[in-house]
């Protein structure tokens, strides 16, 4: 499918084509895509395997173009030499096996290739056979990326296939410099939030609607599906029955090396009063498919579970990983916790106040996505009162608020922009605590056009503005 946003970039990029000779640079280029086609570095003609694993024998195929993996592009340069298509550093050139729809393309000695037109319009085709397109498969196949890479490295096949109107989108070419570069900024990330998202979440407002919400993306293309993941049966960490977990680990990551993969623990909302191994399914799914260990947790709810148990739960939870996520390829030096609502209020409290939970977090850092600090005045009972009635003790010692005790864990906070007023003040108020009492940087992050609830559900779909700012924060210094 093509949305409108690579139409346009593809119709601006084909008037820019009319001022670029037909031939690549005498250092070579990408021949790429002219759509993006799902991946906005687009797909270069690739050469399969990389390294002792190159296949110069083999079908040549696409990759995500390697704009920002330099020295790792020598199997992607080409250039079009005396109607070749030239592999510059290899001394291949391309040849098609037959004149014949369906046929491969493979590099062979340039002697025996035959030659090619790269037309104006894009099309690349056989010289002698202008009637077969050099086209890309309509299915992608994510292949191994880096912990974190966003979007994913795919690939797409090549064969010949009939020119058509039909399959353009499939069959249009540019050449494209190694600088080239796609620029990640606000404005771009905004751009991928679809408008009728951007107008639902808008229309709730900073009222929290997990019913409104969950219709607004119901049928949200999300990155991964069942087919890239591997997910664990629950497993019990803890006493309560509700101390469960499973291990999300992605088929097509790289193998870590050294000590293992990034773990991302995540510890859903709910109100204290509801919520499961659900609730943050499909966020576990998009941080293991980009090459994490994700590490899902429900905890025990009110009001028959009481405060602490919140933080308890997410300390019995970071002891279990840390005796079991080898087994999974897990770093258990880079564990980062991150809760949402209820669930940040869990992690807060487990991070900041380390008495609660008896000793050292022992964690990398944590994100606290719109942290419920304060009570609810319109919450049920029993949901967000009955889990802080502890024994009649004032609410000034249990507050999260009045009893910061360390600031050693580095944290990252969001809030929505169509968060409810009491999120944003008491985020506010953390993050005042956090710098003026105990000299910490925290980062701090409001996401544009979204919900309480939006920004969390949205996690896997195009619009990458909040998995942009949490991979950006556990992954420095990578």
Known sequence: RITMKSNLTALTVSFSLLALPLSASAHGQFLRSMYDLADPRGYCLDIPGFGPRMQLDGPIGTHSCKYSLPGFDVDEMFELRDDKLLLVNYDRCLAADAMEAGADVRSIECDDAHGWQVHSDGRVTPASSTDFCLALDPERV???????????????????????????????????????????????????????????????????????????????????GPADVTVSEEISYGPNERHLLRVYEGKNRNPPGGGGAPVVVLVHGGGFGGGDLNSLHHAASHFAGLG????????????????????????????????????????????????????ANHVANYVLRPSLSSGDTGVAGAILASPALELDPSGPADNYRAYFDVDSRPWSEIRLLDNVEAASVPVLITVAQFDPERIHKSTAQLYGRLIGEFGSRPRLRQIPGHGHISYITAIGTSDRVLVEEVLDFMLEGW
């Open 142 to 224: 994510f292949v191994n990326s880096g912990p974190g890479t966003v979007p994913p490295y795919s690939s797409r096949r090549v064969k010949l296939e009939p020119c058509a109107a039909a399959n353009t989108h499939l069959q249009r070419w540019r050449w494209s410099a190694p600088d080239e570069r796609v620029t990640y900024n606000a404005n771009s990330l905004r751009s991928d939030m679809p408008r009728a998202a951007r107008a639902g979440n808008e229309e709730i407002g900073a009222v929290i609607n997990p019913q409104a919400t969950a219709e607004i993306y119901a049928d949200a293309a999300r990155a991964f």
């Open 292 to 343: 994490f260990v994700a590490v899902n947790i429900t905890y025990p709810l009110s009001p028959e579970n009481t405060w602490p148990s919140g933080p308890e739960a997410v300390a019995a939870a970071v002891e279990w990983i840390g005796e079991n996520i080898g087994e999974y390829r897990g770093n258990t030096g880079r564990v980062y916790l991150m809760g949402h609502s209820a669930g």
